[in-house]
């Protein structure tokens, strides 16, 4: 997945491209260009040097002529050809005037260069992209204007795209177009924008549009207007936007995850408020599905990617519990290819922060369109994922900047947790007292977290003593299994060391051969009910020469025994625990890749939202 910017009009062009790609890079950072282009000259550089393209872009941006009005931006995560310069993007067609970015696949891209290349097209590159600079450059030389010259590209090319294009011979437009990959449209007096994401020009745009699936927008620097595939007039969704500049960036922090990470209490009270009436009813303003449809539900399914997955799982232990529905949890890029059963009754909830994974954004599609009732449960308001859902809860966590994904956790916790209680109260499977304390607990974590965000030193000091390690296990039981299997993807993905999540008691059955002395075992141990059975294999793993790790509760004396280290968190009740438990192995997991000089909100290979398949 890449982003992708645009600008027409702008008497800053450059300095607008570049600041947009720096907010893009959460998206891919393996290389970065811009091409300006103005009557008759189109102007282009790129760099690919890894985490710090844009920054080298930049550098080489230095030298550019002045005076362009109008250019387009790529920052890339490479999926077709090696991450160098040369597949770098904007890419050109032959005659060196159209210049065209795009972050997608396009699947036929073999067959079509194919073609192009027989009536006498030379490809520079080896992307899949390349294609698209040579079709509009073939419609072109039949006399098509810019915007028909894309629809009709567009019209023989498989795959998921968010394009723009722009051609010297009509300078002051940009044609762009979606599908599948995100695309907004932002606008100010005078200047028009394009983007993969709102944030990218926050600052610039007065209003923001979303383009959907199919749709081709031609931007002038008046306005925009916008068509379907077959050339039918369309109108773009304005977005709401409920954040600031400032939320989009550091806010004095040393980088974003240490933001984020400290942003979840606020987070949490942000996901909870105002979502119970007076009279105790547990409500979602934004939920748009019936109490009656909720009410018969008969089977949930949640499709989710990642940390949402983790968060997930946690929920089926809740909704099970609390609303005695049962409940399945698929991996979503699993979930479209295994001929999944939708009967009356099944209600489908896609989990994702972002809204736009595109294996999470498939799933929920295929369990549409086999008859299935979808929620999106979804940070970003108006993401893809929200919109096509039949109904939406919002996490409201605010923007997740960082790679690694902290606080969105925490809020999707919260936030299935709530629903469970919903339907625990629509189907009268626990009494209004014990929602009602229920309730309550849930509003009290969001101070519990803070707690233990006060004992951050004590964290990373033992990531300190454990710095020699390269092997870690998580281990937990009961909702303590998602919690570990979230601490062991935070360790892995932020320090590259191997790290694996396990249910406790699963360590026997094969896992326990590879304990030795030197490895580590991190336990998460607060769950009263499950204590004595984690202890014992703890003793297990002790005996075999681990290290332990043992994240306990504070009243808890006896986990010293097994223990080599300690992360103390407040007690809380059982189905709360993942929300409070995770903060140490977050900043455990950071204070690691920290040690390691590992660049903590831009993990290798890695891109905040992905979206190819
Ligand atoms: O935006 P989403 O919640 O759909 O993203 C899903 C995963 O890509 C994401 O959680 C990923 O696993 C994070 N890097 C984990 O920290």
């Given at each position: ?43 282009r ?77 030379v ?45 010297a ?6 044609v ?111 939920l748009?599905?019936?109490d009656?449809e ?19 799982q ?19 890029s699993?979930?479209r ?19 736009e ?17 979808v929620i ?27 790679v ?22 629509l ?16 509003n ?10 006060e ?32 601490g ?14 396990y ?27 499950m ?23 504070d ?21 709360f ?37």
């Amino acid at each position: 997945m890449c982003g992708i910017i645009g600008v027409v009009g702008s008497s800053d062009t450059l300095a607008t491209l570049l600041q947009g790609l720096q907010r893009l890079e959460y998206r891919g950072y393996d290389s970065a260009g811009v091409a300006l282009v103005r009557p008759g000259q189109t102007w282009r550089a790129r760099t690919a040097v890894g985490t710090e393209s844009v920054a080298a872009l930049r550098a080489e941006c230095a030298s550019a002529p002045s005076g362009f009005r109008s250019g387009i931006g790529h920052t890339r995560w490479a999926t077709h050809g090696a991450p160098e310069a040369v597949n770098a993007h904007p890419l050109l067609d032959c005659s060196g005037n159209i210049a065209i970015i795009h972050n997608g696949i396009i699947e036929n891209h073999a067959e079509l260069q194919e073609q192009l290349e027989a009536k006498g097209h030379v490809f520079t590159s080896v992307t899949d992209s390349e294609v698209l600079a040579h079709l509009i450059e073939d419609s072109r030389i039949q006399g098509l204007e810019l915007m028909e010259a894309v629809r009709a590209s567009l019209l023989v090319v498989r795959g998921a795209f968010a394009i723009a294009a722009m051609d010297a011979n009509e300078p002051d437009v940009i044609v762009a177009a979606r599908r599948i990959s995100p695309l907004v449209v932002g606008t100010a007096p005078g200047v028009t924008y394009l983007a993969s994401d709102v944030p990218a020009i926050l600052d610039r745009a007065t209003a923001f549009y979303a383009v959907n699936d199919d749709e081709i927008v031609r931007l002038r620097p008046e306005g925009f207007r916008a068509i379907d595939l077959e050339g039918s007039p369309v109108r773009l969704h304005q977005l709401s936007i409920d954040w600031d500049l400032e939320t989009a960036e550091k806010g004095g922090y040393d980088d974003f995850m240490t933001k984020e990470i400290n942003e979840q209490p606020d987070a949490l009270r942000s996901t909870l408020m105002d979502r119970r009436h007076k009279d105790g009813t547990i409500t979602f303003d934004e939920l748009r599905i019936g109490d009656d449809e909720l009410r018969d539900v008969k089977r949930v399914v949640l499709v989710a990617a990642g940390t949402s997955h983790n968060a997930a799982q946690v929920a089926k232990y809740a909704l099970e519990r609390w609303a005695r529905i049962s409940v399945e949890v698929d991996i979503s890029s699993e979930y479209r290819y295994r001929d999944p059963i939708v009967e009356i009754g099944t209600l489908v909830i896609g989990v994702s922060q972002s809204g736009e994974t595109i294996d999470t954004i498939m799933a929920t599609r295929e369990a549409q369109y086999r008859g299935a009732h979808v929620i999106a449960v979804s940070n970003i308001v108006d993401s893809s994922l929200a919109r096509e859902a039949d109904a939406v809860i919002y996490t409201r966590a605010g923007l997740e900047v960082s790679v690694a994904s902290t606080k969105a956790f925490v809020a999707q916790v919260a936030a299935l947790e709530l629903l469970a209680l919903r339907l625990a109260q629509l189907r009268s499977t626990l009494s209004p007292s014990d929602i009602d304390a229920l309730f309550l607990g849930l509003n009290a974590v969001g101070s519990q977290v803070a707690t233990v965000l006060e004992r951050r030193d004590r964290f990373e000091a033992v990531a300190h003593e454990l710095k020699g390690a390269r092997d870690f296990f998580f281990i937990g039981r009961h909702v303590g299994f998602p919690t570990a299997l979230e601490g062991a993807l935070k360790l892995k993905e932020l320090s590259y060391l191997h790290a694996e999540g396990y249910p406790a008691g699963e360590l026997k059955h094969g896992p326990l051969a590879l304990i030795e002395p030197g490895v580590v075992v991190v336990a998460v141990a607060t769950d009263p009910a499950m204590h004595e059975k984690i202890l014992s294999n703890l003793a297990e793993v002790k005996a075999r020469g681990a290290t332990v790790v043992a994240v306990a509760t504070d009243d808890d004396e006896s986990i010293a025994a097994v223990a080599d280290y300690v992360l103390r968190v407040p007690a809380t009740e059982q189905m709360f625990t993942p929300m409070v438990d995770i903060v140490p192995l977050q900043i455990f997991a950071y204070a690691m890749a920290r040690i390691l000089g590992r660049n903590v909100d831009r993990p290798r290979n890695l891109a905040k939202t992905v979206t190819v398949e």
